[in-house]
């Protein structure tokens, strides 16, 4: 029996995962997993002890995804034995997805194509969400709860009730997925989807590709949500290739789907955003901040160091030198392999930027351009809490990489507008 009564995105994702015709907000479920992924940090390292226990056999290889990504290169002699050990860990269990120091698992799903509308996918890392850029219901666990999906291949569900965020206009060129995140959180706090789906649509959306359309799907976990996804569409169909339509998996919502609010956003007449610290919703225009000095600008992270983020700030360098120093950690090796090829970074060393490995950087607070004491950094990392880049001390103001690069090459805060 089909169900007559419309559902969102979410809940058709969770209602075919878990083998009903239809589910509702608060129902519970058991459901089954598509993808399950996880990275040095939050796997082996966490989870043998309690597989072990489990029985220590996994559900399905072909549907684990591990990537060595916070600890590369390895910093220190500790971080060089956690790579050791995932490494002999993939290897021992033959893992065909597994990707050694080339990236951050959340952007490497999107990359190679693993997350697919309509999946079901869970991973030991709350920006596991970042694949719902995809259209698919992506949800972090904890490395204990994801030892029990390894070995079982399913989780148990509470089907979260649904946010619609609709961006109604056209995006200023001055403007990226970024600021239109931290309007989000400027207009509706950073607590306002606790356990709840959100869903991104919109004319706006619309015109957004894979890259943008992450950013979104990534911040959805800074608004408290269980999983925030993007409505398939368009381009970002075809960029994500033939399995998407041969899946057979859910693409959109029904009509008449029941969303618990609706909310809409005009983003035409918006200026540049800044998150000061030390919360990721204290949001104020660019003018508010201006002229704050600054003794370093960071492009990196799965939110910001993908292709689409290093092109953005290419366009405000080219010719241009930076006055404070800039590093630049791409999410993955195709960012540094595309960036490469189409003269982006070629613009950014010019510029005077310090190139890092690929990977998670300084972003999680392990290497790659930690912060020292009363250091003030302009970043485009997911989070600004005290601490999180380096000493508790330092201060991080979250913005997009145009007004990061713009803030790099005077010092301080500033609207990338004077450049553009």
Known sequence: MVSTVPMTLTEKIIARAAGRDQVRPDDEVWAAVDLAAMHDSSGPRRIAGTLDRLGGRLWDPQKIVLAIDHFAPAANQRHAEIVKLTRDWARERALPHFFDSVGVMHNLLLEEGLAIPG?????????????????????????TELATVLVTGQIWLRVPPTVLIRF?????????????????????????????????????????????????????IEMGAKNGLVVPSGTVLEQLGPRTHAAGLPLSADVGAGYETRHHFTMGATAPLVAMP??????????????????????????GGKAADLR?????????????PLQVTPATKRVVEESLRDGTLQTLLEAG????????????????????PR??????????????????????YLASPLTAAASAVTGRITDPREFL
């Open 119 to 143: 999946m079901l996918i869970v991973g030991a890392d709350s920006h596991t969400v970042t694949a719902g850029a995809a259209g698919a219901l992506a949800v972090g666990v904890g490395a």
């Open 168 to 220: 109604e206009d056209a995006l200023p060129s001055y403007l990226t997925a970024r600021d239109m995140a931290m309007e989000v959180l400027r207009r509706l706090r950073a607590d306002f989807a606790i356990y709840k789906a959100v869903e991104f649509d919109g004319p706006c959306v619309e015109a957004l590709g894979l890259d943008e359309r992450a950013v979104l799907a990534n911040q959805a």
């Open 278 to 303: 030390p919360n990721v919703d204290n949001v104020v225009p660019v003018s508010d901040v201006a002229r704050v000095e600054l003794d370093r600008v960071y492009i990196g992270s799965c939110v």
């Open 312 to 324: 953005a700030a290419a366009r405000v360098l080219k010719g241009r030198r930076t006055r404070v």
């Open 353 to 372: 930027a310090i190139l890092q490995a690929a990977g998670c950087g300084a972003c999680a607070g392990l290497h790659s351009g930690l912060l020292g």
């Open 375 to 396: 250091e003030r950094c302009l970043s485009t990392v997911t989070r600004n809490f005290p601490g999180r880049m380096g000493d508790p001390s330092a201060e991080v």
